[in-house]
C-alpha cells in the first residue's frame, strides 16, 4: 500500500497553548513531504472535559476521512490522545500504536517508535496499512528542525458539548466484530501476578458463565490465548459491568470496554489510567478485594 494522505490532529482547551503539539505536527508533516505524502492539521478546542471531547474529535476525524480518504491519522502529544488513538482504531478496524516516541521511513512505509518491556527497550512498529497512532511527548531534537508550515492545509474547529456522529451510528464497531451484551466481563491484567492466577480467574468466570478475558500483555506472556484479548487486537465488549483486575488501562485495551454499563477496577496503583475510566475503582491488592467482590457477583 503506498501511501497518499494523511491527518495529523491536534487536541486542546481553548486557553491551552500547544507549542510542543504544534512543532510535533510541522515535524510529521516535513517527514511526509519527504515521501511524497500529503498532509493535513486539524485543531480541535474543547470547554469541557472527559469522554465527550473523544467522541466527538473522533467523530469528526470520521466525517472527514469518508470525503477524504486519508492512509493515516496521527494524534499529537495530549492527554486524550491515546485513547482518540484507540477508540478510531476500533472503528476502522485498522492497525494502532499509542505513545510514539518517533517516527522514521523504511522505504515507502512509516516506522513508530516507542518504549517497549518496562521502558527498557525501544521497539520499532512498521505500518504497512491504514493506522491510527498516538504520539508520547518527543524529544527537543526530533522537534527543532521544524519548517514554518508553509503549504500545509491546517483547520481549527471547537468541540460542542453535543452527540457526536461517531455516537450515532454506533454500528460501524458491531461491524467489527462487538460481542454480544452479557451482565458481567471480567477483564485481567498482569497485575493479578501469574498464569495460575489468569487461570484461576477464568476458571470462576466460565462457572458464573460470564465473559471473560485479558490485557495484551498477559496474552503476550504466555499467560492466556491470543484470542482472549480484549482491545483494538482482540474482542470489543458491551457487558453490563465490566470488572477489571490488575489491568493498566491502555488506550487500546479501553476500546474494547468502553461500552460497558459500568466498569470497575481493582489496581494497587492509584496513577493506573484505568482508574480514571472507571466508574468506580478500588486502589488497593486484588486479593483483599476480590473475595468480597465474589460475594457481591
Not at 225 to 230: A, F, L, N, R, S
Not at 256 to 279: F, H, L, R, T
Request: charged share 25%; proline share 2%; net charge neutral.
Amino acid at each position: 500500500m503506498v501511501m497518499k494522505k494523511w491527518l495529523i490532529i491536534l487536541c486542546g482547551a481553548k486557553w491551552q497553548r500547544l507549542e510542543k503539539q504544534e512543532a510535533q505536527s510541522l515535524r510529521i508533516a516535513k517527514l511526509c513531504k519527504d515521501q511524497g505524502i500529503e498532509t493535513e492539521i486539524v485543531v480541535y478546542r474543547y470547554q469541557t472535559q472527559g469522554a465527550e471531547v473523544i467522541d466527538y474529535m473522533v467523530g469528526q476525524v470520521l466525517s472527514r476521512h469518508q470525503v477524504e480518504q486519508y492512509d493515516g491519522f496521527v494524534f499529537t502529544s495530549h492527554f486524550y490522545a491515546g485513547r482518540a488513538a484507540g477508540k478510531l482504531a476500533a472503528v476502522l478496524g485498522c492497525d494502532c500504536v499509542t505513545d510514539a516516541r518517533r517516527l522514521e521511513f523504511s522505504g515507502y512505509y512509516p516506522v513508530f517508535y516507542k518504549m517497549a518491556y518496562n521502558c527498557n527497550v525501544e521497539a520499532g512498529f512498521c505500518l504497512k496499512g491504514q493506522f491510527a497512532v498516538s504520539l508520547d511527548v518527543w524529544r527537543e531534537e526530533d522537534t527543532e528542525d521544524r519548517e514554518d508550515g508553509d503549504g500545509i492545509s491546517r483547520k481549527e474547529m471547537e468541540i460542542e458539548a453535543a452527540a457526536s456522529p461517531y455516537l450515532k451510528n454506533r454500528r460501524r464497531i458491531q461491524e467489527k466484530g462487538m460481542q454480544e451484551e452479557s451482565a458481567v466481563l471480567i477483564a485481567v491484567g498482569k497485575g493479578v501476578g501469574s498464569k495460575e492466577m489468569v487461570e484461576q480467574f477464568r476458571n470462576y468466570a466460565k462457572s458464573r458463565k460470564f465473559l471473560f478475558g485479558v490485557s495484551r500483555p498477559v496474552a503476550m506472556n504466555g499467560w492466556a490465548k491470543i484470542d482472549e484479548i480484549i482491545g483494538v487486537s482482540g474482542h470489543i465488549y458491551q457487558p453490563k459491568v465490566c470488572i477489571a483486575v490488575g489491568v493498566s488501562g491502555s488506550a487500546a485495551f479501553y476500546a474494547g470496554i468502553e461500552g460497558s454499563g459500568w466498569i470497575v477496577s481493582i489496581n494497587s496503583d492509584p496513577k493506573a489510567p484505568i482508574i480514571k475510566m472507571s466508574d468506580a475503582s478500588f486502589t488497593d491488592d486484588y486479593k483483599n478485594i476480590w473475595p468480597r467482590m465474589e460475594q457481591i457477583l
